[in-house]
């Protein structure tokens, strides 16, 4: 059925496919939903500090 290269082309196909299925699995679960809340909760805490400085420079005059 096979030729011997054909199997290690078939094998080195399957084991790339696999890598980048589990790849894209591990990107969709973990890292752009950490990337996202990061960055959600940073913007929130600049807003915290614009408020503030705001806060501040309205009290001093």
Do not use: C, H
Request: charged letters at 25%; zero cysteines.
């Amino acid at each position: 059925m096979f030729e011997f290269d054909q199997y290690l082309g078939f094998l080195a196909f399957l084991s790339i496919l696999t890598l980048g299925f589990w790849l894209m699995i591990f990107l969709i679960t973990f890292v752009i939903p950490y990337w996202i809340g990061g960055s959600l909760i940073e913007r929130l805490n600049e807003i915290k500090e614009e408020r503030k400085a705001k806060r501040e420079s309205a009290s001093r005059l």
